[in-house]
T-cell receptor
Framework: GAGVSQSPRYKVAKRGQDVALRCDPISGHVSLFWYQQALGQGPEFLTYFQNEAQLDKSGLPSDRFFAERPEGSVSTLKIQRTQQEDSAVYLC?????????????FGPGTRLTVT | QKEVEQNSGPLSVPEGAIASLNCTYSDRGSQSFFWYRQYSGKSPELIMFIYSNGDKEDGRFTAQLNKASQYVSLLIRDSQPSDSATYLC???????????FGRGTSLIVHP
């Protein structure tokens, strides 16, 4: 079956523009995560959905960041009024929680460059 | 304070040697531990997970967990140049689905 897909793969935005990043999780995976990965660092948690419910958004760095998953499948991460410090790779991961099994499967990421 | 610590490296080993990658974590309540491999420009890929103290072997990979000392390690036997990548340790806090990732250790296997 298909893995996690993300689009666009690359996005260049001028400072102040709004961007929307899309994630298609593995079919049937109820859990979906967004991460931000800066160069040379590990992924940093942004937000977590279980089905359509956003259960944790504690990692969103500011109120310019917003995520949704209205039908419990595709998710969109939106960044308003982008700033240069938003430049990073945005990773989406999905998982299907089972007993003691929280393995996450990552998409290819969207590389955002804010100029 | 970072909850999951890894030496950023690079760790350089010759082909055929054993590569040893280490990770320490701060939350004593953590119950599951994951190792991801990330090639340059690619996304992380899960390669090992471990829940119980001791060793877990899968092919050339062995994960070792010591909860008392709060460290988890990954051994790669018979290292190959294709193993050259960044290895990320991920540890969910106790009771959480959300892992905290270390910054990763860069491994270079030279022929």
């Amino acid at each position: 079956g298909a893995g996690v897909s993300q689009s666009p793969r690359y996005k260049v935005a001028k400072r102040g523009q709004d961007v929307a990043l899309r994630c298609d999780p593995i079919s049937g995976h109820v859990s979906l995560f967004w991460y931000q990965q800066a160069l040379g660092q590990g992924p940093e948690f942004l937000t977590y959905f279980q089905n359509e419910a956003q259960l944790d958004k504690s990692g969103l760095p500011s109120d310019r960041f917003f995520a949704e998953r209205p039908e419990g499948s595709v998710s969109t991460l939106k960044i308003q009024r982008t700033q240069q410090e938003d430049s990073a790779v945005y990773l989406c991961a999905s998982s299907s929680p089972a007993a003691r099994s929280y393995e996450q499967y990552f998409g290819p990421g969207t590389r955002l460059t804010v100029t | 304070q970072k909850e999951v610590e890894q030496n950023s490296g690079p760790l350089s080993v010759p082909e055929g040697a054993i590569a040893s990658l280490n990770c320490t974590y701060s939350d004593r309540g953590s119950q599951s531990f994951f190792w991801y491999r990330q090639y340059s420009g690619k996304s992380p890929e899960l390669i090992m997970f471990i829940y119980s103290n001791g060793d877990k072997e899968d092919g050339r990979f062995t994960a070792q967990l010591n909860k008392a000392s709060q460290y988890v390690s990954l051994l790669i036997r018979d290292s190959q140049p294709s193993d050259s990548a960044t290895y990320l340790c991920a540890v969910p806090s106790g009771g959480s689905y959300i892992p905290t990732f270390g910054r990763g250790t860069s491994l270079i296997v030279h022929p």
